[in-house]
């Protein structure tokens, strides 16, 4: 998105946060004046769908534009960043930006596209943890006794990751290192599925964001203090 762009649109959505009571049609006169898309870099359900949806849906009813949710997994994130690269820097294709973007640029000897070139930032939207979550079937209640299991069950624990070079592949691995464990990576499409398999037994550990998994960790605090 060019910088004038930019500009426009943080003050539009500035604006619309203090003036509430400006009616949907001033707002529609100037951007947006027609639907925006927001890629997400990964499958729906993880972190980044969520975001993006209440982000949308926020803007839609502030905007008084429809803003669509378009989720275009794969690679790590870079298919869908290379979408929005592609398209018309004209505003109405926006990037929902995650650290797995500032991963690629290191992770990818050759990439389509420069991402600090090609992607202007429009503004922070949001930050959260990551945690360690776990299987209920391994025999770990705290991280030195997840650590001291892994260490005597080499190669028979995987760890689930939202992808290849995502943040929770790379907190994974960072884990590993730091503890001196071995634990295979089982790469998904988005944080949705990985928690999923993760919740079946599939897999027995994760190390999600807390807007993918607090939900399930509530739950499983829930049954277990009942």
Request: glycine letters at 10%; one cysteine or more; hydrophobic letters at 45%.
């Given at each position: 998105m060019k910088l004038p762009h930019r500009r426009q649109f943080?003050?539009?959505?500035a604006g619309a946060a203090a003036l509430p009571a400006v009616t949907r049609t001033a707002w529609a006169q100037a951007y947006p004046s027609r639907p925006v898309r927001i890629i997400v870099t990964f499958a729906p359900a993880g972190s980044s769908d969520i975001v993006a949806r209440l982000i949308g849906q926020w803007l839609s009813e502030r905007l008084g534009q429809q803003f669509v949710i378009d989720n275009r997994p794969g690679g790590g994130g870079n298919i869908g960043t290379e979408v929005v690269v592609r398209a018309p820097a004209d505003g109405y294709t926006?990037?929902?930006a995650t650290g797995a973007n500032a991963i690629n640029a290191t992770l990818y000897d050759k990439l389509n596209f420069n991402f600090i070139r090609d992607i202007a930032p429009?503004?922070?939207v949001i930050r959260f943890p990551y945690v360690m979550v776990v299987n209920p079937?391994?025999?770990?209640?705290?991280v030195p006794e997840f650590i001291a299991y892994a260490k005597t069950s080499p190669d028979k624990i995987n760890y689930a990751s939202a992808g290849t070079g995502a943040p929770s592949h790379v907190t994974g691995e960072l884990f590993k290192m730091m503890a001196g464990v071995d634990m295979v990576h089982v790469p998904y499409r988005s944080a949705?599925?990985?928690i999923t398999d993760l919740l079946g037994g599939q897999v027995q550990v994760m190390f999600p964001?807390?807007?993918s998994s607090i939900g399930y960790i509530g739950l499983v605090g829930c049954a277990r203090s009942q």
């Amino acid at each position: 998105m060019k910088l004038p762009h930019r500009r426009q649109f943080l003050h539009l959505v500035a604006g619309a946060a203090a003036l509430p009571a400006v009616t949907r049609t001033a707002w529609a006169q100037a951007y947006p004046s027609r639907p925006v898309r927001i890629i997400v870099t990964f499958a729906p359900a993880g972190s980044s769908d969520i975001v993006a949806r209440l982000i949308g849906q926020w803007l839609s009813e502030r905007l008084g534009q429809q803003f669509v949710i378009d989720n275009r997994p794969g690679g790590g994130g870079n298919i869908g960043t290379e979408v929005v690269v592609r398209a018309p820097a004209d505003g109405y294709t926006l990037l929902l930006a995650t650290g797995a973007n500032a991963i690629n640029a290191t992770l990818y000897d050759k990439l389509n596209f420069n991402f600090i070139r090609d992607i202007a930032p429009v503004g922070s939207v949001i930050r959260f943890p990551y945690v360690m979550v776990v299987n209920p079937s391994v025999p770990a209640k705290s991280v030195p006794e997840f650590i001291a299991y892994a260490k005597t069950s080499p190669d028979k624990i995987n760890y689930a990751s939202a992808g290849t070079g995502a943040p929770s592949h790379v907190t994974g691995e960072l884990f590993k290192m730091m503890a001196g464990v071995d634990m295979v990576h089982v790469p998904y499409r988005s944080a949705g599925p990985a928690i999923t398999d993760l919740l079946g037994g599939q897999v027995q550990v994760m190390f999600p964001t807390t807007v993918s998994s607090i939900g399930y960790i509530g739950l499983v605090g829930c049954a277990r203090s009942q």
